[in-house]
């Protein structure tokens, strides 16, 4: 157990500094790292959907597909007016429904499924993160880049993980979804929730450029939706009957296991910055 708390200790550490580093070098190490972490995120999920019986889906075509598509959001947004380099991805997703028809599977709609899933949860996701990177105030075609809230999302989400382990390790008595994640408490929810909306606080008190109830919504919106990304990814777990996603982490799983609550974080995170955008 002391060797697994260090191993994870370790491999945390790396994780944490390794993403906080790139994210605020500039946004060539922020775009070169998170293309690397779509595509490994979406080998990995296409591993696992391919160990399902009549399923086979092509890593690397849905891994090229996920790197171009966080390419696209990221060209675009640094040059607002660059619409048309989505115009590949939108072929790409043609190539993946009518590339079936010629392939003579067994079960093309599970194919068709899971590769599109791949994009929808896993692929956009991480795409959004340009969208919350760069900015345009409207006098310039290009946009600044700006690592503070994309980095946000990830400090709200560990510490609401590490929060709710700790408050539902010591207090959690009523469960959360018992039928997904035994172990998840309502008393662990509330606490890590809590913590996140004091994270949110000290966010607002070294970068003002939101108002603090921007902050403490933004804090809410990921606590919510990371929770429920964290759940569906025990959901996908539960079927396929595994404990965790992959080992490139050692200690930690696999690349689903570390970004799950964030995939459903960020598309939430982006909605919501957009809605208070239009008042």
């Given at each position: 157990?002391?060797?697994n708390?260090?191993?994870?200790?370790?491999?945390?550490?790396?994780?944490v500094?390794?993403?906080?580093?790139?994210?605020?070098m500039?946004?060539?190490?922020?775009?070169?790292?998170?293309?690397?972490?779509?595509?490994?995120?979406?080998n990995?999920?296409?591993?696992?959907?391919?160990?399902?019986?009549?399923?086979k889906?092509?890593?690397?075509?849905?891994m090229?597909?996920?790197?171009?598509?966080?390419?696209?959001?990221?060209?675009?947004?640094?040059?607002?007016?660059q619409?048309?380099?989505?115009?590949?991805y939108?072929?790409?997703?043609l190539?993946?429904?009518?590339?079936?028809l010629y392939?003579?599977?067994?079960?093309?709609?599970?194919?068709?499924?899971?590769?599109?899933?791949?994009q929808?949860?896993?692929a956009?996701?991480?795409a959004?993160?340009?969208?919350?990177?760069?900015h345009?105030?409207?006098?310039?075609?290009?946009?600044?880049?700006?690592?503070?809230?994309?980095?946000?999302?990830?400090?709200?989400?560990?510490?609401?993980?590490?929060?709710?382990?700790?408050?539902?390790?010591l207090?959690g008595k009523?469960r959360?979804?018992?039928?997904?994640?035994?172990?998840?408490s309502?008393e662990?929810?509330?606490?890590?929730?809590?913590?996140?909306?004091?994270?949110?606080?000290?966010?607002?008190?070294?970068?003002?450029?939101?108002?603090?109830?921007a902050?403490?919504?933004?804090?809410?919106?990921?606590?919510?939706?990371?929770?429920?990304g964290?759940?569906?990814?025990?959901?996908?777990?539960?079927?396929?009957?595994?404990?965790?996603?992959?080992?490139?982490?050692?200690?930690?799983?696999?690349?689903?296991?570390?970004?799950?609550?964030?995939?459903?974080?960020?598309?939430?995170?982006?909605?919501y910055?957009?809605?208070?955008?239009?008042?």
């Amino acid at each position: 157990m002391k060797s697994n708390f260090v191993k994870r200790s370790i491999t945390g550490i790396i994780f944490v500094s390794v993403l906080i580093g790139f994210t605020l070098m500039n946004p060539i190490s922020f775009g070169a790292l998170f293309v690397l972490i779509s595509a490994l995120s979406v080998n990995e999920f296409c591993n696992l959907v391919n160990k399902e019986d009549d399923v086979k889906v092509n890593n690397r075509i849905c891994m090229l597909g996920a790197m171009y598509l966080f390419f696209a959001f990221f060209y675009q947004g640094i040059d607002t007016t660059q619409t048309a380099v989505f115009i590949p991805y939108i072929l790409f997703i043609l190539y993946l429904l009518i590339s079936e028809l010629y392939l003579k599977r067994k079960n093309p709609i599970n194919n068709w499924a899971y590769s599109v899933l791949s994009q929808v949860y896993i692929a956009l996701p991480f795409a959004l993160l340009n969208v919350l990177s760069f900015h345009n105030s409207g006098e310039s075609q290009l946009s600044e880049y700006n690592p503070i809230l994309p980095l946000s999302i990830f400090i709200f989400s560990w510490i609401n993980d590490t929060g709710a382990y700790c408050t539902g390790t010591l207090f959690g008595k009523h469960r959360l979804f018992e039928r997904i994640s035994p172990k998840k408490s309502w008393e662990g929810s509330i606490g890590g929730g809590l913590l996140s909306l004091v994270a949110a606080l000290v966010l607002y008190y070294f970068f003002p450029f939101m108002s603090m109830l921007a902050w403490l919504g933004l804090g809410l919106t990921v606590v919510v939706f990371g929770t429920l990304g964290d759940l569906s990814e025990s959901l996908l777990k539960r079927h396929l009957g595994i404990k965790d996603s992959g080992n490139i982490l050692p200690g930690h799983g696999g690349m689903l296991d570390r970004f799950d609550s964030a995939l459903f974080a960020i598309p939430a995170a982006v909605v919501y910055l957009y809605l208070i955008s239009m008042f």
